[in-house]
T-cell receptor, first 115, second 114 residues
């Protein structure tokens, strides 16, 4: 069974630009979550999608947005990039949201560098 | 406001000894707890979990202990091996009826010295 796939793995962007990151969850998983990891800050929750609907949102500015498609693939977009947006962006998928405790499976992440 | 705290940023342990990683939480609504392990340039890998109805869960060399009254959990690795050197994240989740996401601590970097 293929794991969670994130593309691209590495990205360099300039301040003010916008970026789109992609995540393909494990087949059959309908829940996709996005996290930002910066040095010393752990994994900070961005948002979660289930069946194309945003179910939860973390404390990030509106420049961070996402969506989920009918095949469960998800994208996140960051507009007007700032230097502080440089981070590892991780996507995680799980079989479902609600009703059952399950672990989330992570992709390898996209390393975004804003210069 | 950090709901999941890992107060030790790093830990060094001799190979063969026990590694104990600690985690504290503040939200009494959390009822499912997980540990993830992360190597550089890779995504976190699920290690072990525990539900709030238990106080211990064991999987091979890894054991997680939960003390609900103290809002504290710990991960024991015994015996520790050099390949265990990684960053370990504690995570917690609220009751699923609220569809709450995983909340992570900042991680503890474990170094196992041969």
């Amino acid at each position: 069974k293929a794991g969670v796939t994130q593309t691209p793995r590495y990205l360099i962007k300039t301040r003010g630009q916008q970026v789109t990151l992609s995540c393909s969850p494990i087949s059959g998983h309908r829940s996709v979550s996005w996290y930002q990891q910066t040095p010393g800050q752990g994994l900070q929750f961005l948002f979660e999608y289930f069946s194309e609907t945003q179910r939860n949102k973390g404390n990030f500015p509106g420049r961070f947005s996402g969506r989920q498609f009918s095949n469960s693939r998800s994208e996140m977009n960051v507009s007007t990039l700032e230097l502080g947006d440089s981070a590892l962006y991780l996507c995680a998928s799980s079989p479902r949201t609600g009703g059952m405790n399950t672990e989330a499976f992570f992709g390898q992440g996209t390393r975004l560098t804003v210069v | 406001d950090q709901q999941v705290k890992q107060n030790s940023p790093s830990l060094s342990v001799q190979e063969g000894r026990i590694s104990i990683l600690n985690c504290d939480y503040t939200n009494s609504m959390f009822d499912y707890f997980l540990w993830y392990k992360k190597y550089p340039a890779e995504g976190p890998t699920f290690l072990i979990s525990i539900s709030s109805i238990k106080d211990k869960n064991e999987d091979g060399r890894f054991t997680v202990f939960l003390n609900k009254s103290a809002k504290h959990l710990s991960l024991h690795i015994v015996p520790s091996q050099p390949g265990d050197s990684a960053v370990y994240f504690c995570a917690a989740k609220g009751r699923d009826s609220g569809n709450t996401p995983l909340v992570f601590g900042k991680g503890t970097r474990l170094s196992v010295i041969a």
